[in-house]
Structure formats: structure tokens, C-alpha cells
């Protein structure tokens, strides 16, 4: 069974730095490719950052770039999502989501709220 | 930028059929964008309805439909049930690894 679970959101002041973990279960991780998703209260999803296979190729929504990394650890089963100088506006349900070869996400973890407040 | 569109709410009678569509607010929505929906219900993750425009994820039952309708993509359920009662997301790929989503839309039941 795919299982995708993100770890490591909570409250952080702006300006401050968060790193998001995903651990994935069921499949063999180093294949696909992997994403963040995001969801602000009440809005809808918004795509944050896709990485590649094996971590050489990486995209960021346009207001995140600069400020967050993804990255990948294959032999760990990991997904991880540096955020740093965080806004307000960065607050949101983090879901780490799968990529499947059809260019749509089949696979999404629970979510990982973080909050952006003083 | 790419600004996808949807509608923000929609209603349906248990056991009726609703269209919802997903456009940009400029150009039309093609097979190429591989147009993707997304089921969520208050406080859970979304859960993939449709893939590719039209294609069902496994386990979804038959009355969930995806295609294109003019210049949107469409995603149509017949004999609503109660538990379709969720909110409705559209998702398109830009290529690249790059996708964007429309705001999502609230479906009553009632």
C-alpha cells in the first residue's frame, strides 16, 4: 500500500525557516517523480515545487522561489520541502503528493499544517 | 501567468447530473494540459477522480466522467449521490513538472 506521510509543520514567526519531511512507503521511491502541494484556509490548491527522479531537476511556483528547496533522499524514501524567510501567506495544509506518468498526482499524503504568525 | 477557472459553487438534486468546467481565464483547455480532477472533503486529502481529461483512477465509481466541453475541461457526475458532496478540484500540466490548479469547486447535494 502507497503511503505518503508529512512531518515537521507547526507555528513559525515570519521571516522564520521550517523543513517539511515526507516519508514514502509502498513503492519504490527513486522512480517517480515527486511534488508539494499546497492549501491555504478556506482557498484551493496551489502547486509549491515538483522534483525529479533522481534530484537533478527541480521547479518552484514563482512566489516560493528563492525561499524554498525541495530535495530528495532516495535510499531513504524521503521527500523533504526547506522553507525559509516563511510570510503569512505561506500558511497552509503541505501536502507531499506523487507524480504519476499520466502528468497528474495519484498518491497524496495526509498534509502538515504551518503556520506563519508573530 | 496561467489563471484557471472555476466555478465556485455548484448545486445538485440527489440523483441528478452536473457539469463542472475548468477553463483559463485566457486560451482554451486541451487534451495537452492533461487535464487532472481532484475530489476533497472537509478536512481530508484530495483524492484523484480523473486523470489524463478522461480517465478514471482506480476505484472511482462510473458515474464520475471527465472530458473537454468547448474550450474547459469538464467533469461531469450522473445520479449525484449525498457522499458527492466534496469540494472539486481542476489541475493542468504545464509541462516541465510545473501544474496549476483553479480554485476549486463547492458541490452541494440537496
Known amino acids: 500500500e502507497v503511503q505518503l506521510v508529512e512531518s515537521g509543520g507547526g507555528l513559525v514567526q515570519p521571516g522564520g525557516s521550517l523543513r517539511l519531511s515526507c516519508a514514502a512507503s509502498?513503492?519504490?521511491?527513486?522512480?517517480?517523480?515527486m511534488s508539494w502541494v499546497r492549501q491555504a484556509p478556506g482557498k484551493g490548491l496551489e502547486w509549491v515545487a515538483t522534483i525529479m527522479s533522481d534530484g537533478s531537476g527541480t521547479q518552484y511556483v514563482d512566489s516560493v522561489k528563492g525561499r524554498f528547496t525541495v530535495s530528495r533522499d532516495n535510499p531513504k524514501n524521503s521527500l523533504y520541502l526547506q522553507m525559509n524567510s516563511l510570510r503569512a501567506e505561506d500558511t497552509a495544509m503541505y501536502y507531499c503528493?506523487?507524480?504519476?506518468?499520466?502528468?497528474?498526482?495519484?498518491?497524496w499524503g495526509q498534509g502538515i499544517l504551518v503556520t506563519v504568525s508573530s | 501567468q496561467t489563471v484557471v477557472t472555476q466555478e465556485p459553487s455548484f448545486s445538485v438534486s440527489p440523483g441528478g447530473t452536473v457539469t463542472l468546467t475548468c477553463g483559463l481565464t485566457?486560451?482554451?483547455?486541451?487534451?495537452?494540459?492533461?487535464p487532472s480532477w481532484y475530489q476533497q472533503t472537509p478536512g481530508q486529502a484530495p483524492r484523484t477522480l480523473i486523470y489524463?481529461?478522461?480517465t478514471r483512477s482506480s476505484g472511482v465509481p462510473d458515474r464520475f466522467s471527465g472530458s473537454i466541453l468547448g474550450n474547459k475541461a469538464a467533469l461531469t457526475i450522473t445520479g449525484a449521490q449525498a457522499d458527492d458532496e466534496s469540494d472539486y478540484h481542476c489541475?493542468?500540466?504545464?509541462?516541465?513538472?510545473?501544474?496549476?490548479f483553479g480554485g476549486g469547486t463547492k458541490l452541494t447535494v440537496l
Open positions: 503528493a506523487r507524480v504519476a506518468t499520466t502528468s497528474s498526482f495519484d498518491y
Open positions: 489524463k481529461t478522461n
Open positions: 509502498g513503492f519504490g521511491f527513486s522512480g517517480p517523480w
Open positions: 485566457s486560451g482554451s483547455v486541451s487534451t495537452s494540459y492533461s
Open positions: 489541475g493542468l500540466y504545464l509541462g516541465s513538472g510545473i501544474w496549476v
